[in-house]
């Protein structure tokens, strides 16, 4: 039986593997310079760290989580999102206590059971921040231009940022209220899903792509009619704030984001590149969520940004790590050891050594060199291992030269 990537996971290869680490290192750079430090946390939780979180009724738990009992009778499931865990960890740990403001990103795995599709699969990547102990705008507009800041480094065109508030607890309440009115009515025409929806968490209608039921919630009311005063200063703030910085953005009113832990803030960035399903990053405020989950009252915001769809978008430069990066020629077995000394020396000094350990004749280790890009060869058979020295052949310019071994760490090096 021939084994393959179970449906919606997949093999990430040496040849595609330089798309990843560019996105890496442009996170972890960025994300320094910010003052945010990296946290990893386990890939499975407790279960009921997510249906209390996210919400029972999100198609995240109700539908797509990889859940299953232990032997010990506990409920464990691979985490489908990040914040959580994230949040779980900052109460666990006393975080809080260390410092009043915890500035936090992640990189790694996430797991749902949804359809795959383009940017989209079953084991996925995220990269995200979280931010813990400010309640003010300010900190949501750093959060927007951090990831502003990564997308514009990874050089992604036509991504654009959609803004809105959902407000505070209190205008949540009165705006689902009037949402349930003006929906009522139109029951029958909304989708299964969405008629369910309007009894658990209406909001989330607004987030519909089905095309008659975008034409109903035009005309629905706008939650900023239940704004409080105060979630019209900050989110007013916010706009300004994100205005100083030429951050530019797009009001949207039906965005709500799709977990029910949000408050006030929420944004997205989007691509016109990946179709419908073009959000590569969504994030927002969410100051009740420490409390729901066990820990003292914090304020805190963050975002969440999906690594497959960015790839995507992303203009990836050349592969380079900008050291040297020879091939280690080596003919017949009685130079064998040499060769892996040669080897193990330049290495050592910080310089790339790829070196045939098949025994191949002389013209398949200089095809080998080219097919990998390298620009020079050091050439080592039994009459160089008698006279100490050995050929470098620039691949590039056809030409070549002698060099004795001691002096070879130097030659490169220099």
Known sequence: MAYRTIKGTHDILPEEIHRWQQLENVVHSIAGHYGYNEIRTPVFEDTGLFSKSVGKDTDIVSK?????????????????????????????????VRSPLQKLYYIGPLFRRERPQKGRQRQFHQFGVEVFGSEHPEQD??????????FKELGIKDISLKLNSIGSGDCRRNYRSALIKFLTPFKDDLSETSQKRLETNPLRILDTKIPH????????????????????????????LLSGLNIPYELDEHLVRGLDYYTRTTFEFVSEDLGAQDAVCGGGRYDNLVEMLGGRPTPATGFAAGMERILLSMVTSEQTDGRESIYLIN????????????????????ITVYMDTKRRRLKAQLREANRLGTKKAVILGEEELKNNRVQVKDLLKGEQEEIAMDQLAKYFIV
Request: aromatic share 6%; net charge negative; charged share 25%.
């Open 64 to 96: 797509e989580m990889y859940s299953w009992e232990d032997r010990s009778g506990g409920h464990l499931t691979l985490r489908p999102e990040l914040t959580a865990p994230v949040v779980r960890s900052f109460i666990q740990h006393n975080l809080g």
């Open 141 to 150: 507009v750093e959060v927007i231009a951090l990831a502003h800041h990564i």
């Open 213 to 240: 039921e975008k034409e109903i919630i035009q005309n629905a009311p706008s939650i900023s009619d239940s704004w409080t005063d105060e979630d019209k200063s900050h989110f007013e703030s916010v706009q300004s």
């Open 331 to 350: 003919l017949g077995k009685a130079v064998t050891m040499k060769a892996l000394q040669m080897a193990q020396e330049l290495r050592s000094n910080g």
